[in-house]
């Protein structure tokens, strides 16, 4: 599992309330990934970090925001969340492979629901 | 933006069966990774396709990349309940980017 822990893996929350999600790593990789995944959409990716402070925004990054302070801990946050941003979250990881070739690992996503 | 499309969403098969699901795009990619996820956990790699043509084997299963690296298929042969799963094929693009297709969910019946 690549040393991947993923905080809260449940949540229930309120429209309008801010929320943070946590991922944890213990093996030091550069890359972290925050996913959505919804049905039918495969996993869209919400923002990236390629090291400490430094982040980029994805595919879906709109009303979410993210902090990276320390190499091993990726911080997602909702400042207001919506119905809409009711999902299962999923936090991964960049590392070299047998084949040299860089694979994503995953956490066990953490599922949120914004009623 | 490079879109990654699945076929078929939904497959409902036998025990015994086989199966082929698609991962089409109109974009090359560097590679091509297969995942299968499990309800209640993260995806998990099953392989990944580099070279154009490439077939790989994964006991039952069969992976295929399209000679120009824009296509990939797997191929389950005699399906077993064990295979049911999510599986997701995911392009590999600049830097350590992943771009998804939207997966197929399969049932397979004893």
């Known amino acids: 599992d690549a040393g991947i822990t993923q905080s809260p893996r449940h949540k229930v929350t309120e429209t309008g309330t801010p929320v943070t999600l946590r991922c944890h790593q213990t093996?030091?990789?550069?890359?972290m990934y925050w996913y959505r995944q919804d049905p039918g959409h495969g996993l869209r990716l919400i923002h990236y970090s390629y090291g400490v402070k430094d982040t980029d925004k994805g595919e879906v990054s709109d009303g979410y925001s993210v902090s990276r302070s320390k190499t091993e801990d990726f911080l997602l946050t909702l400042e207001s969340a919506t119905s809409s941003q009711t999902s299962v979250y999923f936090c991964a990881i960049s590392a070299s492979g047998p084949s040299g070739l860089n694979i994503q690992y995953f956490g066990a996503g953490t599922r949120l629901s914004v009623l | 933006t490079q879109l990654l499309e699945q076929s078929p969403q939904f497959l409902s098969i036998q025990e015994g069966e086989n199966l082929t699901v698609y991962c089409n795009s109109s974009?090359?990619?560097?590679?091509l990774q297969w995942y299968r996820q499990e309800p209640g956990e993260g995806p998990v790699l099953l392989v990944t396709?580099?070279?154009?043509?490439e077939v790989k084997k994964l006991k039952r299963l069969t992976f295929q990349f399209g000679d120009a690296r824009k296509d990939s298929s797997l191929h389950i042969t005699a399906a077993q309940t064990g295979d049911t799963g999510l599986y997701l094929c995911?392009?590999?693009?600049?830097?350590?980017?992943?771009?998804f297709g939207g997966g197929t969910r399969l049932m397979v019946k004893p």
């Open positions: 995911a392009g590999a693009g600049a830097g350590n980017m992943l771009t």
């Open positions: 396709v580099v070279t154009g043509g």
């Open positions: 093996e030091n990789h550069r890359y």
């Open positions: 974009s090359v990619f560097s590679s």
